[in-house]
């Protein structure tokens, strides 16, 4: 008989960090350690009338708050804390179970509620009520008396799908803690050798089936099972008992495991772990399923409308708007990183940068690098400026490449998306975060804050950057302004078309990571329109819940003139524009035009000067067989799509037929 192995993904709901360890402790001996991660989840509720996204600020400090759930995590094993947003805290816990593929939800569990004259009949708790019986996965509720070391483990033994659960769970339990199972199988007092016999033999079977550690076998006679379990349990340091068999109601009681596990729980001195597993899908399933089809028709309509695009919208900002100050602690970032495997590059694009690379160099080398690696590679890729922007980068420690000397098979376009693919090629981590090089108040939170995300949160794919732009005019500095096209051009246009994406507040900023194997499957503009064109991708790839956003504060930038933010914006527009028709896969325009049309007045002269503005699109770096090769030579052949022939991304839509060879696609009105 092949066993069952233990779970690989478990959750475990928190409502407060500072009672978690025994939890926490807990979870990390139940796991598959080769394969399991442990999540623990906060859950903020905001009440029915009030939107979702007011729930951001609640979001932040919870997110806080858990990262002391960290420090209980034992050696070796990676907690990730998530904080979700929902009307009801069991609703948040179903969906992050699903979301997760959890095998398993562990519950704490402070002992049972008294009863309120007229209300609702609780067993447990009305959270814990309503997961276990919409639970996705299997559960156990941990009725907790601290944490302490676990060298006897009790589990009664009856049979049925929940004592196999129990019994793995109690095995795993002494397993980790060099410890020992008392499986304990009571019978009627008076009961005839043979029988007693056989059942010794049952449990002896039964034990060899499910169990890989020391386990002791106990068939005992008694007259009261729940006393005879109650006086065991005063010798062990934990219980795990898995649910009964009894119906859901017995003399007026309610009961979600059992009488007997319920009551074990309740009053024994030591820890007490009840399992249940998800419900097997029977004929009676069927039944009650043919029975309910109406209420689950009304269910799927009201989970229809909570996907709708407002409602998705509100839930993402309020979940996924982060705050620098959630990663200022370096060295618990740099673990937290290190325990994944995980490697980062930062990447500084620069053009006619001398005045400022100099010093952000420096101090991303300082920070980042030298007193906290949380950077493995830097690189100052350049659009061969005519400046001494290159010297200063290498004077100050940074290895510089031209992007025009780059791939140069593939010839060269001008633009900062152009040089941010080519940045692809150059680096090599598995995480990728780029950085504007013109900023006056450069702070390494430009950094940890969008790596942040990606390395705390496993469902965060791609990270933007956000904060309050100060404007300089007049050679004052004001606060407020800036911002100019996002808030004139891209702001309306994501919300006309693209509204899935209007919770970002700054969707053009210049501060942004990914995970590679999401970057290198993407296409990028040329020019300006790589963040907008970014986005959308990224969304179609990954879907909103991909995304996360990030509080940097404050920065001040060297801000463009009027006609350089006009050319900007029409940019922009092609590339939107594109995407339009790509989805609606039809042209929505005759002709989209790719030349922009200045008039020029003043001095009695006047001329109409026409300049060709149009961002070219390079095709995913993943389709690129240079790309493939140095990826393989660096062993890097598990990552992303790498080793996947072009035949294969062409069918899943990652590049077009053709793409490889020509390494670059054109935008509408141009041409390549």
Known sequence: MTRAPLPSRILIPVSNPLTAEELVRLGASLMDRRTGSLTVLGIVEVPEGTPLSEGATRARQARRLLQRVLDFAPEGVTIHPIVRIGRRAAEGVVEAAKELESDLIVFGWGGKPPAKPGAPTVVFSPTIDEVVRDAPCDIAVVKQRGPAAIKRVLVPIRGGPHAVLALRFADALARRNDGQVVALHLIPPGTADGIRAQSERALAHFIRQHADGRVKQDVREATNVRNAILRESDNADVVVMGASATPATSNGETYLFGALPEAVATRSRQTVIVVKTREPIGKATFERLEAR????????????EARSIPLRVERWFGESNFHHREFGDLDRLVGLKQKQGLTVSLVLPTLNEEETIGIIVERARRELIDRHAIIDELLVIDSDSSDRTREVAEAAGARVVVHQQVLTQYGSFPGKGEALWKSLYETSGDIVVWADTDVRNWHPRMVYGTVGPLIVEERIQYVKGYYRRPIVEGGLLKEGGGGRVTELVARPLINLFFPELSGLIQPLSGEYAGR??????????????????????????VGLEGLGQVDLERRIHRNQELEGLSRMSFVILQAVMKRLEERRQTRLFAELGSTMKLPRSGHGQLSLEVIELADFERPPMIGLPEYLAKRRSAGAVGTGAVGVAEADLVEAGVVEAGVVEAGVVASPGAEA
Do not use: K, N, Q
Request: hydrophobic share 45%; proline share 3%.
């Open 293 to 304: 089809a109406e209420t689950l028709a009304a269910a799927e309509r009201a989970a229809h």
């Open 516 to 541: 590679r194997s999401l970057l290198e499957t993407l296409p990028f503009f040329t020019g300006y329109a790589v963040e907008i064109g970014h986005l959308i991708d990224v969304t179609d790839r």
